[in-house]
Nanobody, 123 residues
């Protein structure tokens, strides 16, 4: 199970850190992805951490501003979001993909999803 948290209302330029706590298994065995869905838009890939391949992946729109990382002791994956923009406003979801060599961009590759946490960036 995945539990996402950390969303909130911030101003443009602020930072937020989202957390995704995993239970029932270690996040290191999965590709841990972050996706988001803004009102009226499709769900889109944001970032992913592939611990087994020691790789991170980012959407072009967040590259250089967002950082995905994991804490082994807490079995938690984080999404550090800096220099937030109004267009980053969305519900953010974390998800787990058990196939380390599959596409990290494709939502259907992920088998478990957290409940989502709302991020609102006001300009």
């Amino acid at each position: 199970q995945l539990q996402a948290s950390g969303g909130g209302l911030v101003w443009a330029g602020d930072s937020l850190r989202l957390s995704c706590a995993a239970s029932g298994g270690t996040y290191r065995a999965y590709v841990m992805g972050w996706f988001r869905r803004a009102p009226g838009k499709e769900r889109e890939f944001v970032a992913a951490l592939n611990h087994r391949r020691s790789r991170t992946y980012y959407a072009d729109s967040v590259k250089g501003r967002f950082t995905v990382s994991g804490d082994n002791a807490k079995n938690t994956v984080y999404l550090q979001m800096n220099s937030l923009k109004a267009e980053d406003s969305a519900v953010y979801y974390c998800a787990a993909n058990p196939r380390p060599y599959s596409s990290v961009l494709t939502p259907s590759e992920y088998e478990s999803w957290g409940q989502g946490t709302l991020v609102t960036v006001s300009s």
